[in-house]
């Protein structure tokens, strides 16, 4: 006899769990520097840096303490369509169709978690 396991999604996702339903990590595959980016949004989530600033209407990254000091802005121009002003999304932002940095994929985790959990 065959024992089927079946894996039912969790009732709340968190950014221990994230990594195992997340949509957007799966585009990551295939992504130069894939790896690198999921570990450090991760951090990010972890370390509960990610905010929406109402004002400005856009994400904002803050630092990871004792690592830089740079709060990053994250800005959603739809369509899957993201940008960031730190400096490895404007060296990716020539080369890649939909470019990525850590900052883009913390916040598209951060709304994946705010979504699933509400
Ligand atoms: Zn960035």
Same mark, same amino acid.
């Given at each position: 006899?065959?024992?089927?396991?079946?894996? &039912?999604?969790?009732? %709340?996702? %968190?950014?221990?769990?994230? @990594?195992?339903?997340?949509?957007?990590?799966?585009?990551?595959?295939?992504?130069t520097?894939?790896?690198?980016?999921?570990?450090?949004?991760?951090r990010?989530?972890? &370390?509960?840096?990610?905010?929406?600033?109402?004002?400005?209407k856009?994400?904002l990254?803050?630092? @990871?303490?004792?690592?830089?000091?740079? %709060?990053?802005?994250?800005?959603?121009?739809?369509?899957n369509?993201?940008?960031?002003?730190?400096?490895?999304?404007?060296?990716?932002?020539?080369?890649? &169709?939909?470019?990525?940095?850590?900052? @883009?994929?913390?916040?598209?985790?951060?709304? &994946?978690?705010?979504?699933?959990?509400?």
């Open positions: 006899m065959i024992n089927f396991e079946t894996f &039912e999604p969790p009732h %709340t996702v %968190t950014p221990g769990n994230i @990594i195992y339903w997340s949509n957007s990590l799966r585009d990551l595959q295939g992504v520097e894939g790896t690198a980016i999921k570990t450090k949004a991760l990010f989530l972890k &370390e509960d840096l990610v905010q929406y600033d109402r004002n400005i856009k994400f990254v803050n630092p @990871i303490i004792g690592y830089n000091k740079t %709060t990053y802005t994250v800005n959603n121009r739809g369509d369509h993201w940008q960031c002003n730190c400096q490895f999304y404007n060296k990716v932002s020539y080369k890649w &169709e939909h470019p990525i940095c850590s900052h @883009i994929q913390a916040v598209k985790l951060w709304l &994946e978690i705010n979504r699933w959990n509400s």
